[in-house]
Structure formats: C-alpha cells, structure tokens
C-alpha cells in the first residue's frame, strides 16, 4: 500500500471547526495584504489593481498550494494534518512579503477581539 494513503488513514478529516478557522483565516490573510498595500496586482498580475477577499485568497492562494502538496482538489477533502501543511507553505511565502497571519484560534480570535477594544477605547 501507498505510504501516503497510509499517512490519510491515521488522520480525520478537517472538523467544522478547522473549517470555520480556515475561511477565516482566509479572510485575515487577505486583510493582511491589502493592510500591506500588496493587492492581487502586485502579488499576482502587474496589469490590474484587485484587492484580495476571502475567496480570492482561498483560490489564488490556497488552493493552488494545496492542489500541488496534496493532489487535493477540495478543502473537504483535506485531513486535520494537511491544514497544517498547506498552512506552513503558505506561511513561508507570506514571510517573504513580510507578513504573518496565525491561524486563528480561540486564543487568537479573542486576542485580536482585545486589540480592538483598546484601540476603540484609546480613540474615544
């Protein structure tokens, strides 16, 4: 048997949970580089000024990293381990642009959620 079916077999598939996190994580990455001035144009294609969204960072983004790691044409398909993996490598790319955006979390989302409560407090 195949090494890597044997490696899907030992992990479940992305919980509901991972899916919520992932979509928003997308939309934190995608926030992240239009904060950063590195619209799709700039990133992607020199012609046209396109601001990121969540769904474009899900198809320009993610899904081209996962289709090429993985061979997975979904994100329903993907395993607990592979968010992770497809993660990583993007991660690495946003690096070189000087962004990170961790994966959220319930740490994460209430951290960000206090960041805002200050910064609107502060502005007051």
Known sequence: MDKDMLNDKEYNQR???QNRALHLYFQLVADALNDAGLDMRKTLEPEVEIPWSKDSVKEY???PIQKI???KKSTIQLTTKDIDTIYDTLNMFLAKHGLY????SIEEI???QREKEIST???L
Request: glycine share 0%.
């Open 15 to 17: 919980t509901l949970c």
């Open 61 to 63: 983004l993610w899904r």
């Open 69 to 71: 790691q993985l061979q």
């Open 101 to 104: 955006e961790p994966f959220p």
């Open 110 to 112: 209430m951290a960000k």
């Open 121 to 123: 407090n502060n502005e």
